[in-house]
């Protein structure tokens, strides 16, 4: 079964940058369209971003023009780069395959001065 682990989650300051990975286990990874998502406390789990296997990149509107995703096939992992950070972003942040409804544990982002 595919596991995915993601990290690169921490504490930053408002307007600072993050970038999170989620590395996979299974070899068929490039084959996957992969997502991110987000739950903030006392709310429901939200679309981040997607990339599909064939480059295509897709945003939720307040992602559009800080985040940027990205994936690495041969290293298994997809990638969420976070830049102008804002407190609203604080949530905890998961990756998603989404061919075979994997999720990985998710890593918490914390947004605050």
């Known amino acids: 079964q595919e596991q995915l682990v993601e990290s690169g989650g921490g504490l930053v300051q408002p307007g600072g940058s993050l970038k999170l990975s989620c590395t996979a286990s299974d070899s068929g990874f490039s084959t996957y369209d992969m997502a991110w998502y987000r739950q903030a406390p006392g709310k429901q789990r939200e679309f981040v971003a997607r990339i599909n296997s064939s480059g295509f990149l897709s945003y939720e509107s307040f992602a559009k023009g800080r985040f940027t995703v990205s994936r690495d096939n041969a290293k298994k992992t997809v990638y969420l780069q976070m830049d102008s950070l804002k407190p609203e972003d604080t949530a905890v942040y998961y990756c998603?395959?989404?061919?075979?409804?994997?999720w990985g544990q998710g890593t918490q982002v914390t947004v605050s001065l």
């Open positions: 998603n395959a989404i061919d075979i409804s994997a």
